[in-house]
Each structure stands twice: as C-alpha cells, then as structure tokens.
C-alpha cells in the first residue's frame, strides 16, 4: 500500500517511510492511497476477538507486507500489555442506549495511549531492522505528551523532545511527562499555548537543517499516520459490542485536533455502519462553527478546564477536507493558503457531504461542570471535562434514539482534579495505584520563551551521539 500527501506535490511512499517522515514535504499528510474495505459478513465474524487480535485484522492491510504478521502481532501483544483492563476499551452504560468507551485504561490514562504504546513499539522494531536513530519531536496539549513519552522512553534509537504550553495543562498532565528521568526524554514548557507549540513543531518538520548529521525528525503528533491508524481499531471494536454491524451505531467524541474523529470517519469508509460521529468541542468551537455554520476562523484561543481541546487549528481536519473536496492537492492547498489570513469558507458540496456523516457541538466550563455533576448523581459514575462535553453533545445532537450511542471518555477523571472539584463537592478522584505517587516523584523540565531558535538549539544540544 502507498500513502499519499494531501496536497499532491510530495512523492507516494511505503508504510514505514510514511510513519518515519510525518509530514509529506509539500506541508500535507499522509493518508493511504486506498483504504481497505470489509463485508459486514467479515466484520460480524470478528464478534468475541480479544482487543489485540481484531487490531490485527484492521491494521494488517495498511501495512501492506512491510512488517510480518507474526512481528507485527507481537508488536500489537506488547502494546498493549500495559492496559490495565483485560479489555482494554470496556464500555459502560451511562443511560438508556448511551454507552461511555473507557479509553483511559492505558498506562498514562488517556485515549493516547492506544495509538502511542503502538508507535512506540512499531518505531523500535522498525529503527532496530534499519540501525537509524530518529530524534522524536512533538506538541501537546496535555495527553500526547505522557503518552509518546510512556511509548519511546524505553527506545534506545530515539530522542524525545515534547513541547507543552507553561502553565496550561493540569498538574498531573504535566508530572506525567516531567517525572520520565531517562536520559532520551526532554520536556519543554513553552511560554504560549498548544498551537504555538504545533507551529514549533510543524516549523521544524519543514527544515530540519537544525538537527545533528544523520538525524532526522519523526512525528508523535497525529499528523503520524499510524495514530490515526491505531484509533480505527476501538470503533470497530466497540461497535461488535453493541451488536453491529448488524444495526448501526453513533459516536459523540470530545475533539481538539480532529484525529481522534477522523478514526471514525475512516472506519466507516470501511464499511462499518456508523450512522452519525458527533464533534464535541469546548469553547474553542472552530470546528464546531465549521461544520454548523461554515465558519473556519480563528479567535482568540480560550484557557478552558478542558485543556487537551484547547486547540484552534485542528492538523487532521485537513485529512478530512482531501476527501470531502475529491482528493485535489491542488484545492487543498488553496484552502490551507486561506487559512493563513485567518479564515476559510467550505465549498456547499464539501459541507453538505461533511454534514451528511458529522454533526456538531460546543459546551463552555460552565455547562460542562454541570453535566460532570448531573451524571454523578444520577449515576455515581464520574466523568472527565472532554468526556462530559462528549456526553452533552450526545444528548443534544442525537438523531436517532433507537441507535446505541457511544460517547468516548479520552480521559480518567484523576487527569482533572479541579474541573471534578467544581462539579462534585466532597469528591476528589483518586489516582490508580501505579500513579499514586506521581506527586512525590522528582521533576525535569525547562522552561523556554516562544523562540524557535532557542527550542532548536536545545533539542540539538541534548540530541544523544
């Protein structure tokens, strides 16, 4: 299988060059030139698979041979061994045909951890077959961080290098990443926020001349394929769950960056029967304006108790827009050259296709401390910021009430103490056990002003020989 860019102009390549390059020359993303496509017979027979092997049955064609079954399986084992429930993405009933997708059962507590462990293991049987070291490089709003830190941190061909915004993720996002001691992890608090970290990031992506010889960046971020790649699996897998695909079902998923949704969009495309994916947003709602009034603009992006949405330029979306506008580079990179001067408008056939699968959402603070306080005590069952927003977006977005809902919970409560503490007196979500003490653990982390050439320069002097 080839992968292409999503503005045409950069050369197809293999799956392993495509997870090693990130992002395609011309500034576009990789995506594949053909997806697989499965019967609902062949579907329906995966019913009663363990999590590890139906990601087998749907990531095995989007390598296309490059890695052996047998390898990448033990690959797929490893990944997640970690987990700590058997079944690494158990639902909950939250109401009536209302489930909640538990995501957070991997080590660092986030649906990132599904994708991560993943890539992580996949870079390091890959870097090990071509004796190359990588210098890993990423932005985070919170959750990517611990998770790409959690995958790589045991790599001895990689360097990481995560940049956070300083002083805008929670305290135990940011003690995720600071207490990683090996000499390969370096944390860097960035003084702006997620998109001024992103554009760090994408700006070194396009000229790596920085870098000591030999080396070369790889991607953590979802503009990596292989995330989006990983994320298919749980919608197919809670989908088998609820009974498809012999009935359709609905996702309400909380989004920042559009990668997490995007997985769903493709699983459809191949053929799971999804009737409608629901974009939750908080008050940075450009997606939600996007595809509920055709409003893609920047505003001024808002500090929120939801910090892992705290985004106002979604990288993925643009993956989306390749197909909704007949996979034309050309018109992609117009649209992402509009985009520059702040804003851009969809054409009416690319909204109205969007809008045929998506619908849309927004929930500030206020209303999200309130759905956080309603489902507990109708249920005692405790919800993060991101999710509660996805459970909002749900009840108010639903189109069909005979269809299983299913609302993915990115986040343990335990990630968002003061969001929890506002909606729930007397209720302080504990840590699990093998974090329990995160807050006693020692810190490392430098603190850096918004300068490219200063983040540069310090992931070339900590770049091991």
């Not at 045909?97 to 986030?110: D, K, M």
């Not at 993956?319 to 001067?341: H, N, P, V």
């Not at 956080?372 to 993060?384: A, G, P, T």
Request: overall charge negative; proline content about 4%.
């Amino acid at each position: 299988m080839k992968y292409i860019s999503t503005r045409g102009q950069a050369p197809a390549l293999g799956f392993e060059e495509a997870i090693l390059t990130g992002m395609a020359s011309d500034g576009g993303l990789y995506v594949p030139e053909t997806l697989p496509q499965f019967s609902a017979e062949e579907i329906a027979s995966w019913a009663g698979l363990s999590y590890q092997e139906l990601a087998l049955k749907v990531i095995e064609p989007f390598v296309a041979g490059e890695i052996p079954s047998a390898d990448l399986k033990a690959i797929i084992d490893k990944a997640y061994a970690s987990f700590r429930h058997d079944g690494i993405a158990p639902l909950v009933q939250t109401a009536h045909n209302e489930w909640v997708l538990e995501l957070f059962q991997g080590p660092t507590l986030a649906f990132k951890d599904f994708a991560l462990q993943f890539l992580g293991h996949l870079l390091d049987y890959v870097l090990k077959k071509r004796e190359q070291k990588v210098v890993v490089m990423g932005a985070t709003s919170g959750d990517t961080g611990s998770a790409a830190i959690e995958g790589c941190s045991r790599c001895d061909n990689i360097d990481i290098f995560i940049l956070h915004p300083y002083q805008r993720v929670s305290e135990v996002q940011r003690r995720q990443m600071t207490t990683v001691l090996t000499n390969n992890v370096h944390n860097v608090a960035l003084h702006g926020n997620f998109d001024d970290c992103q554009n760090m990031v994408k700006a070194s992506f396009a000229d790596q001349s920085f870098l000591p010889e030999g080396r070369q960046l790889v991607a953590v971020n979802s503009i990596n394929w292989a995330r989006i790649m990983a994320q298919i699996v749980y919608y197919f897998y809670a989908a088998l769950s609820v009974g498809g695909p012999h009935r359709p079902v609905a996702f309400s998923v909380p989004t920042g960056n559009f990668g997490d949704i995007f997985a769903g969009y493709l699983a459809s495309k191949m053929g799971l029967p999804i009737d409608q994916l629901i974009v939750a947003t908080n008050s940075n709602d450009i997606l939600h304006r996007c595809i509920s009034a055709n409003d893609h603009s920047k505003h001024q992006l808002e500090h929120t108790l939801s910090p892992s949405m705290d985004i106002m330029v979604s990288s993925n979306f643009e993956r989306l827009l390749f197909d909704l506008y007949g996979r034309d580079g050309a018109e992609i990179q117009r649209l992402m050259d509009e985009f520059k001067s702040g804003s851009m408008s969809l054409s009416e056939t690319a909204l109205s296709q969007a809008r045929e699968l998506f619908s849309s959402f927004r929930l500030d603070d206020k209303g999200m401390i309130k759905v956080i306080e309603d489902v507990y005590e109708s249920s005692e069952y405790l919800l993060d910021p991101h999710t509660a927003i996805g459970i909002a977006a749900a009840r108010a977005e639903r189109r069909r009430s005979d269809i299983p809902m299913i609302c993915l919970a990115t986040a343990h409560p335990a990630k968002f103490p003061e969001a929890v503490e506002k909606a729930v007196e007397g209720v302080h979500p504990a840590l699990p056990h093998h974090m329990a003490d995160l807050f006693e653990r020692e810190e490392r982390y430098e603190v850096l002003d918004n300068d490219i050439a200063a983040v540069q320069g310090f992931v070339k002097t900590n770049t091991r020989a």
